[in-house]
């Protein structure tokens, strides 16, 4: 890694632990962050991936540890006070409101984040937006949904509902980007197109992403760093050649068919 490693992370998790009664969900899981990373988390079923993310967005209250975005401390607060420090997520199930159209939908997600276009783009806060995030027709183009931006949401297809709410998180504008388990639901060829996106996001925008998936053997060809959660604990966390051979990792999880078809490097 370059000297950028030993730099303030964008986002840092300390000891994340959240419990819903007697059942730990999350169990002592730090990990950071740095700007522009591309890192996957994965894990069997129940293995808190979806609570550490609620957790590092502010959805889900802590019940130890701390979270720092940027150098400040958000431990305990909103998940808006998130969102206004750039950090964006999408849901297993996507968000989208049927009933407006496609551009409406990305419209709405320019107004939430506060940031309405302006005529003059050299104006404020508009200059450090990336041009492809500036509107919604531009974010359209980006996501490959420009054609049908005047139909509604409930006329496209689930997988286009996907790309949908990817759009919607990126007019907030974000610097860190979380996405949950995108691809489910897609066909091979569909998981491969987004995966592609993603890079391609995180590439032109300047972004971090980090991206939970059941899609595993398409994860680990196409992020840089992966994180393995097992029983609500970070059992790994490294490049993906590297966590492929873990045996803890095989015996929780990935089995030895993982091994033979090891991600491209």
Wanted: hydrophobic share 45%; glycine share 8%; net charge negative.
């Amino acid at each position: 890694m370059s000297s950028s490693e030993h730099a303030t992370p964008l986002l840092d998790a300390h000891e994340v632990t959240v419990r819903f009664g007697g059942l730990t969900a999350v169990d002592g899981v730090s990990a950071r962050f740095r700007a522009g990373e591309l890192v996957g988390i994965i894990g069997p079923n129940g293995a808190g991936k979806t609570t550490f993310f609620n957790a590092i967005s502010g959805v889900q209250s802590l019940t130890s540890g701390r979270l720092v975005v940027e150098g400040r401390t958000l431990t305990g607060k909103r998940a808006h006070r998130f969102a206004a420090l750039g950090v964006a997520r999408t849901f297993q199930t996507p968000r989208t409101f049927a009933e407006m159209t496609v551009r409406d939908n990305i419209d709405f997600g320019l107004k939430f984040a506060g940031r309405r276009p302006r005529k003059y783009v050299f104006w404020g806060e508009e200059e450090s937006v990336p041009w492809a995030l500036r509107t919604a027709d531009s974010i359209l183009k980006l996501i490959g949904l420009d054609a049908l931006a005047d139909l509604p949401a409930a006329a496209i297809t689930p997988s286009q509902q996907r790309l949908l709410e990817i759009g919607m998180a990126l007019a907030t504008r974000p610097r860190l980007l979380l996405l949950d388990e995108v691809a489910a639901g897609l066909t091979e060829g569909e998981v491969e197109d987004m995966a592609r996106l993603i890079r391609r996001m995180r590439d032109e925008l300047d972004l971090t992403v980090i991206w939970i998936e059941h899609a595993v053997t398409i994860l680990l060809r196409h992020v840089e760093r992966v994180l393995v959660l097992h029983q609500g604990r970070k059992i790994a966390d490294g490049p993906p050649q590297q966590v492929v051979h873990d045996p803890e990792v095989i015996e929780a999880y990935l089995g030895d068919e993982m091994v033979e078809e090891e991600p491209a490097s």
